[in-house]
T-cell receptor, first 111, second 113 residues
Framework: GEDVEQSLFLSVREGDSSVINCTYT??????LYWYKQEPGAGLQLLTY?????DMKQDQRLTVLLNKKDKHLSLRIADTQTGDSAIYFC???????????FGAGTRLFVKA | EAGVAQSPRYKIIEKRQSVAFWCNPI?????LYWYQQILGQGPKLLIQ????????DSQLPKDRFSAERLKGVDSTLKIQPAKLEDSAVYLC???????????FGQGTRLTVV
């Protein structure tokens, strides 16, 4: 079956790195996504990685994918207070059908 | 570029009443999605349209939920009759095609009392 799991909370100090982890169950997924949701707002796609890749870097964001363990992580370097939000991991499939979201990790950044 | 517009932003209704939500996707986007996000959970896809045709509605509770996308542009999602467990944020998203990034609206927060 399809399931995406994340830890619910993460607290870091401003300037530190944040690492948000996610595990998924369906090895047939094509894409793995990270979305950000700020209070009262819709979801914003931060980055995504194809399931045949191991790593993707985009400015302060680094995504690591361990296909064997079905583990995905998002590292935010130099975390800022503006990074405080809920981060959702999601898996998707070719054709865009039925993207499956995790429950989200709430990131708290302390000044 | 204007984003995905949804209305209303908030709605409070009593159980067994009916409610409708409206979504205007980004101009030119062929694919439109409705998601339900219950507090503390991730979004769950309810229905996906490609132009005015339904691609996936496997998770739509069809006994009470309905959605349409006439003319392949705007879409409405209706709940009739509402139950307490329908309290959630209803998110609309659109994308240029099925495989592209989806852009989300701000959502409609529904409270059923």
């Amino acid at each position: 079956g399809e399931d995406v799991e994340q830890s619910l909370f993460l607290s870091v100090r401003e300037g530190d790195s944040s690492v948000i982890n996610c595990t998924y169950t369906d090895s047939s997924s094509t894409y793995l996504y990270w979305y950000k949701q700020e209070p009262g707002a819709g979801l914003q796609l931060l980055t995504y990685i194809f399931s045949n890749m191991d790593m993707k870097q985009d400015q302060r964001l680094t995504v690591l994918l361990n296909k064997k363990d079905k583990h995905l992580s998002l590292r935010i370097a130099d975390t800022q207070t503006g990074d405080s939000a809920i981060y959702f991991c999601a898996e998707g499939y070719t054709g865009g059908f039925k993207t499956i979201f995790g429950a989200g990790t709430r990131l708290f950044v302390k000044a | 570029e204007a984003g995905v517009a949804q209305s209303p932003r908030y709605k409070i209704i009593e159980k067994r009443q009916s409610v409708a939500f409206w979504c205007n996707p980004i101009s030119g986007h062929a694919t439109l999605y409705w998601y339900q996000q219950i507090l503390g959970q991730g979004p769950k896809l309810l229905i996906q349209f490609q132009n005015n045709g339904v691609v996936d509605d496997s998770q739509l509770p069809k006994d009470r939920f309905s959605a349409e996308r006439l003319k392949g542009v705007d879409s409405t999602l209706k709940i009739q009759p509402a139950k307490l467990e329908d309290s959630a944020v209803y998110l609309c998203a659109s994308s240029p095609d099925i495989s592209a990034e989806a852009f989300f609206g701000q959502g409609t927060r529904l409270t059923v009392v």
